[in-house]
């Protein structure tokens, strides 16, 4: 089942609404897969519109805002693992956010239910180097950086 959203555009169903877009991500542009979640009516919240209209039109300040607290969750797995003293090719010494990018794959943007967060909620996940089954997961509230983990903590 397909709709055409006023604000997200052409969206699919299956279990959750979706299309492939291209956004810019830090200099290059990169497909990625943006995914709202809603019924099958395809009734979005006026909460889902807000996150993700802030998202868009704060993108280029978010992009910033979200290299360190991905390093340092980075750093703080590989120091777990004990690969800060043990070399470990999976995970390399990444210490500056050129190093970083290097390293992670914007892949999606999730725009939840509503009902779920206080605030403006969106996730976004990404692939990584160090840990190609879990990647990476940012919770945005607010388009402030609340949560890094696996990519579960973004949906």
């Known amino acids: ?5 006023a604000v997200f555009g052409e969206l699919e169903y299956d279990y959750v609404w979706s299309k492939d ?10 497909n990625i897969a943006l995914m709202v979640d809603g019924e099958e009516d395809g009734e979005f919240s006026g909460k889902q519109y807000a996150s993700y209209t802030a998202l868009i039109e704060n993108w280029g300040d978010i992009q910033q805002s979200i290299l360190t607290p991905i390093l340092d969750y980075y750093k703080q797995k590989r120091s777990g693992l004990g690969y800060d003293v043990s070399y470990d090719e999976n995970y390399p010494l990444i210490e500056t956010n050129d190093k970083l990018l290097e390293n992670i794959k914007l892949v999606g943007i999730y725009v939840p239910s509503a009902r779920r967060f206080e605030g403006r909620y969106i996730g ?13 997961g940012i919770r945005l509230i607010n388009e402030e950086v609340a949560r890094v983990g696996y990519q579960d903590v973004a949906l």
């Open 1 to 5: 089942m397909k709709i055409n959203d």
């Open 21 to 30: 877009i291209t956004i810019e991500f830090f200099g290059k542009r990169v």
């Open 124 to 136: 976004l996940t990404f692939d990584c180097t160090w840990d190609e089954e879990n990647g990476v």
